[in-house]
């Protein structure tokens, strides 16, 4: 294969099918959110697994359903919601350094359970670069294989960079780093921004309501409802808006919580009782509706460290940095 060439042309794309880095950073002052993967533990995976550098592009595919033609010899894998690929008529398992031969049909089922899953390809995908990534934000018309925001359509073409390396045929992520489908979430929470401002009886009413997620989720964030109907109540007056980190937890004036996602509004003006942390939000980039949350509070300290740990092992700078603020 060589580097730029045409690797797969797209025959179905799936509900959504997206294609994403690792995300664009130092424009939130203009408005952009950084998009990039919601699930970054399967993103990191796939490119570990096939020797990519960390931020390389992949596809993110929603609930599956998504085929391909395969137009030049390839080292693949998928990661993320639990589902293998087929290639023809052979299945093989996710979270796997596959080998695909030109002229084959790749096929992503539907995923049984779990919703996003991210194919990548040895050497990244080549994509058109604006404002320095191609993460595909459709509300903002920007990146993507177009440049404009647009998912991927029937007949794109996607190219591939040329490998670094040779990746190890057969290569997969130990059961244990895989992700898991528990039927209750418990995600951790720094408390946050106006965590304080709540009333105690508020504080501890959030991590004891059971919620479940609701169908009103994209990538810009996911709503939660309380199972029994609990409401958060906020008793003072409205806020400025001001910027709102990814994972992020809002409290609207219904007193249900939503949880602010890669795509969302750089500024938002309802209070927010914490954020979650790393882990906890690859959790619920995988939630689908109906899935049962509850919220366990988290020390900023040991979320920060977890963090690190994560980036140091992938690859990634810092976050602290400029360029990496999201």
Known sequence: MKDGSAVLKVIKPGMLCLLQDFGRFGYLHQGHSRGGPIDERAF??????????????????????????????????LCGAPQGLFLDDTEYPSWQVVYAH?????????????????LAIAGGFDALLVKGSCATVVREAIGGHHG?????????????????QQPILNQRVKPKWQWEAPEELCLSVVPTAQYEQFAEPMQKRFTNTKYKVSKQQDRMGARLQ????TRIEWSHDGLISEPLPIGAIQIPPDGQPIVMLNDRQSLGGYPKIGTLTWRARQLIAQA?????????????????EELKRVYQFFGIACQTTQKLRS
């Open 226 to 229: 309380s199972i029994d109907e």
């Open 148 to 164: 404009d925001g647009r998912p991927l359509q029937a007949n794109d073409e996607l190219k591939a960079n040329l490998c670094r």
């Open 288 to 304: 689908r509706p109906d899935q049962i949350i509850t919220f366990a509070w988290a020390n900023a300290g040991d979320a920060e």
């Open 102 to 118: 030109k002229g084959m049909r790749l096929k992503l089922p539907f995923y049984p359970y779990g919703l996003r899953g991210y």
């Open 44 to 77: 990191l995976w796939g490119n570990r697994l096939l020797g990519n550098p960390a931020t390389a592009a992949q596809l993110e595919i929603t609930l599956g359903g998504a085929e391909f033609e395969v137009l030049a010899d390839c080292f693949i894998s």
